[in-house]
């Protein structure tokens, strides 16, 4: 037997109740039920679940306003389909506002009343049967992506690469919308489809939820990277992300990211049967995952270059120096081959032994002086004493600390967070493609738990046991980063 469509026609008065009702009852197709305004309840709404509301009402300004609210304001509720009539006062300035699908006079004919009740029937079929699509298509998921922690140049294109080499091994490739929080949560909502061949991306686009991803191959930013998830930390979470893995039949986990993220898959890894093929590629521009180069390292030292080299050019032109805290949480990666390419005169490093008096004398001896400083620089010590300085801020601090007259202007510069939003350059680009491919290779070969790796221009695999993610810079470097106190 057919399923009937469920009608709900919301009142006023009971003799607009039995008028509406006695045009649509007739119809085979149709199921009526009506309901007083002042008994619409989001509950009551859920367990009728109709596929059309009518409502009948002499003043519904704000009623619609609270109608819309109720029907959108949850897409897991299921009301976010269903398809509202407002019959009422043409001239209402609700119409405005456009809330309701279609809007019919009070006077309605009954012909214009059954007309636009199919318009929204097959509207709603429609619909349905795009979620129901939907549905299908992301309840058993083959290779998944996962992006998290802070934001760097080559996000978007390791991932359209990811893309096209497992397409066109006939690999079906999703991704979580919001890192371990869309793992989490776990609805159908927190997952996208990538697609990669055009004409694929045409036969799917009407499904929600499918995303192409050919224009990621050269853009900014992540357009799947979370906001880092604290609450993964804790053991339930992870479980719940395990569970939604396994759920889901997924195949194939590819986590993209920093150290956080590395650590975040790596426990994961201890819920998750060993079925189940999980791989990382580093995405950092403090390079903190040792024995590889990281997508986004490159980019990020030419554009912290730069800045540094536009400072050096205002501390020449006006004879003074400038702080500059620059990324770097463990090692100063950053900060340190930034400080080279741009020959700053000092690079300070989370782990750095200064000679603050020595500093600051050297300071004065010179006519204009530009400090790199790691945003990692004595973090723990600065938190503790709640000081709310920044690693240059904090620097500064301890030069005027050793009691030394500084003569010259001291400019302190905070983080430059716009670095991550750059253009990832052509190295990083050539990783990118390396690592993409790389790690399509691993999974066609049956392997699991590794990182593609590339390193003096070779390219091997490490093993999830032998990742580090303390990289060390190279001591000589540090030598090179000095040309304050040691000219």
Known sequence: MKEKYKILIIVDENDNRNSYSNILKNLPEFHVLTIKKDQVTFKKIIKILPDIIICVLDNYEIFEQELHNLLKSDPQAGLTNIYLIIVGDQNNKALEHNLADEYLAKSVDPEELLFNVKVGLKIISRLKKTQIEAENMFKEMDVLLIQEGGCAPGYNPVTAFITYHLESQGRRVYATLEGFRSLVSGNTTDFLRLVYNPDLFKKLDYIPGVYHVAPLSESRGARLRGERYRDFLKIEFQKKAAANIKKRKVKVIIAIGGNGTFKGIQSLCEMLPTSIQVFFLPVTIDSDIAGTECIGQHTGIEMGAEKIRCFMADARTHKRTYIVEMMGAQSGFH??????????????????????????????????????????????????????????????????????????????????????????????????????????????????????????????????????????VEENLLVLANRLTRD
């Open 335 to 472: 900060a340190l081959h930034s400080c080279l390419g741009s020959r700053a005169h000092l690079a300070v490093l989370p782990n750095s032994v200064i000679d603050h008096k020595k500093v600051a004398e050297a300071i004065n001896r010179r006519g204009e002086c530009v400090i790199v400083v790691a945003e990692g620089y004595k973090k723990e010590e600065r938190d503790a004493k709640k000081l709310g300085d920044n690693a240059a801020e904090y620097f500064y601090r301890e030069l005027l600390g050793t009691g030394a007259k500084i003569n010259r202007r001291v400019v302190c510069e905070p983080f430059s967070r716009d670095i991550r939003g750059a253009a990832p350059k052509n190295q990083d680009i050539s990783l990118c493609q390396r690592m993409a491919y790389n790690v399509t290779a691993y999974i066609k070969a049956g392997t699991s738990r590794l990182m593609p790796a590339v390193l003096a221009g070779k390219e091997h695999a490490i093993p999830f046991n032998e990742i580090r993610t303390d990289n060390r």
